[in-house]
């Protein structure tokens, strides 16, 4: 009985401790700009780097935002999967933020 509690609570106990953070430093430095036609595309942009604790100015003119963006201190952010990471950091890179990702 006791060897039967022990194994069902190794495996249930092993998904967590075998699976380790995915760690995703970011920082960017200098402003950088998009030009967005789509308003909801640069609110959900908007939204998300606020969230990552960016500084934002947006600007609308001539039906079209402009949204300027930098993050000068480092910032990093956990995440459950390997892939998850890679996700956010392509994302990153995308938007010209220097990347670290850390296991």
């Not at 495996?11 to 380790?20: D, E, F, G, H, K």
């Not at 760690?23 to 960017?28: G, N, P, S, T």
């Amino acid at each position: 009985m006791f060897k039967r509690l022990l194994f069902a609570l190794s495996i249930t106990l092993l998904p967590s401790i075998a699976m380790a953070d995915e760690i995703v430093r970011y920082q960017l430095t200098e402003w950088k700009a998009k030009h967005i036609n789509d308003a909801k595309k640069a609110e959900t942009i908007v939204k998300t780097l606020k969230k990552l604790g960016c500084e934002l100015q947006q600007n609308k003119h001539n039906g079209h935002i402009d949204v300027k963006y930098r993050c000068v201190k480092w910032h990093e952010m956990k995440l459950d999967s390997h892939a998850d990471a890679h996700k956010w950091e392509k994302w990153l890179k995308e938007f010209n933020f220097k990347t670290e990702h850390k296991h």
